[in-house]
């Protein structure tokens, strides 16, 4: 059974920044879209950023340029440098792959404080 496990999460400031890693246990790692997820309270889980096989990145409008998605495939990890955070970007964050997604991890917290 593939594992994802995210970390990086914590406690910051409005403004501050944070990267998050998701290590995932698969030999198929490299042939997979990758996405970074979020689950604020009480909200539906959303797709916040995806990064293709080949590298190229896509992001939901609302970021305005502030995360940066990338992956290591020789680690097996995807990342999201999140900068200029904000109090809404407090959330569950999750990493799956985009189109045959695995069973979810248990997530990093991100809470961001005004």
């Known amino acids: 059974q593939v594992q994802l496990v995210e970390s990086g999460g914590g406690l910051v400031q409005a403004g501050g920044s944070l990267r998050l890693s998701c290590v995932v246990s698969?030999?198929?790692?490299?042939?997979?879209?990758m996405g970074w997820y979020r689950r604020a309270p009480g909200k539906q889980r959303e797709l916040v950023a995806r990064?293709?096989?080949?590298?190229?990145?896509y992001y939901a409008d609302f970021l305005k340029g502030r995360f940066t998605i990338s992956r290591d495939n020789a680690k097996n990890t995807v990342y999201l440098q999140m900068n200029s955070l904000t109090p809404e970007d407090t959330a569950v964050y999750y990493c799956?792959?985009?189109?045959?997604?695995?069973?979810w991890g248990q997530g990093t917290q991100v809470t961001v404080s005004s």
């Open positions: 990064i293709t096989t080949g590298g190229t990145t």
């Open positions: 799956n792959s985009v189109w045959t997604p695995w069973s």
């Open positions: 698969t030999s198929t790692f490299s042939s997979k879209a």
